[in-house]
């Protein structure tokens, strides 16, 4: 059974850093290009970061210079960390998980971890 599990949101002020993981489970994490999406309200879910290959990473531009997406093969685990935040970086957070052979679109997505800035 294939687990995405999402920890580290909370409330944080503008300004503020908060450091998202995501810890794997039942795939070989090596194979896969891991991610990190956003869904605020009202809004459709949006790519962050992704890795697009074994070391190439996308950004979406409103993250660039703020967001770090890095992974852990040895922990199965991807982290993204953010810093600057802004009320409009608030939303849910998901991980993703896409086979390096597959489709474009993930796999596999985790249960979302909500982020909120605000004084």
């Known amino acids: 059974q294939v687990q995405l599990v999402e920890s580290g949101g909370g409330l944080v002020q503008p300004g503020g850093s908060l450091r998202l993981s995501c810890a794997a489970s039942?795939?070989?994490?090596?194979?896969?290009?891991m991610g990190w999406y956003r869904q605020a309200p009202g809004k459709q879910r949006e790519l962050v970061a992704v890795?697009?290959?074994?070391?190439?990473?996308a950004y979406d531009d409103s993250v660039k210079g703020r967001f770090t997406i890095s992974r852990d093969n040895s922990k199965n685990t991807v982290y993204l960390q953010m810093n600057s935040l802004t009320p409009e970086d608030t939303a849910v957070y998901y991980c993703?998980?896409?086979?390096?052979?597959?489709?474009?679109?993930?796999?596999?997505w985790g249960q979302g971890t909500q982020v909120t800035v605000s004084s």
């Open positions: 993703s998980a896409r086979h390096r052979l597959g489709p474009k679109e993930p796999n596999y």
């Open positions: 039942g795939i070989i994490f090596n194979l896969y290009d």
């Open positions: 890795f697009t290959s074994r070391t190439s990473i």
